[in-house]
């Protein structure tokens, strides 16, 4: 009679204590990484907050006004792009355009609209064939530009009527309005201020 031999097997499954240990190791720098994480979308959403709150909004917009008046450039007398002011508007060459490549010469436009349905200027800019863009506004007809002479005579329109001027006026101001004051925004072109002379170039200096 031949006996049964009956063999039972138990298999015991689990995670050792290295294997606990390694795991919570890797929780542990999960958990850091993303807390540092967190703490940075935190602190952009609070200077994001800031921003829409209008508190770094006026610096902007004077960095962004000061900066295409820096790079303005004469366009040839007879070109389409010669500089030309009024108190609510003016158009002219930048190498330093805000939504552009910078360093090619760009044709800019800032202007003031005022919209009496909801009773605010807004301040706008385009530069070459895009949309206007708006890039401040403050309640009442208000604000204006201003263009200086070398003599920082100032007026309403460039160039003026009644004397000599270069192409570029020394100075453009920007009467913007912050709160209930009148924030002007000075800016001063960067390069020469009137074309250089057209030159033939076959002739031959003698």
């Not at 190791?25 to 709150?53: K, N, P, Q």
């Not at 009496?116 to 009442?140: C, V």
């Amino acid at each position: 009679m031949m006996e049964r031999r009956t063999s039972s097997r138990v298999d015991v499954s689990g995670f050792t204590l290295i294997e606990m240990l390694v795991v919570l190791v890797i929780v542990a720098l999960v958990s850091g990484i993303m807390l540092t994480a967190y703490e940075h979308i935190l602190d952009i959403r609070v200077r994001l907050a800031a921003f829409l709150d209008g508190t770094d909004a006026p610096t902007l917009v004077a960095d962004w006004f000061r900066s295409s008046i820096d790079g303005l450039l004469p366009d040839q007398k007879d070109g389409d792009d010669v500089f030309a002011g009024t108190a609510q508007k003016f158009v002219g060459l930048s190498v330093a355009p805000i939504d552009g490549t910078q360093g090619v010469p760009t044709r800019i436009e800032w202007d003031l609209v005022f919209d009496p349905r909801s009773g605010r200027t807004s301040l706008r800019y385009r530069s070459g064939t895009e949309e206007s863009l708006t890039i401040a506004s403050w309640p009442g007809n208000r604000g204006g530009f201003r263009y200086c002479g070398d003599d920082l005579t100032c007026g309403d329109s460039w160039p003026p009527s009644d004397r000599t001027e270069s192409q570029l006026p020394a100075l453009i101001v920007l009467e913007a309005v912050r709160g209930n004051d009148v924030w002007p925004i000075a800016g001063a072109p960067q390069a020469t201020r009137d074309p250089p002379p057209k030159t033939n170039p076959f002739q031959s200096s003698s």
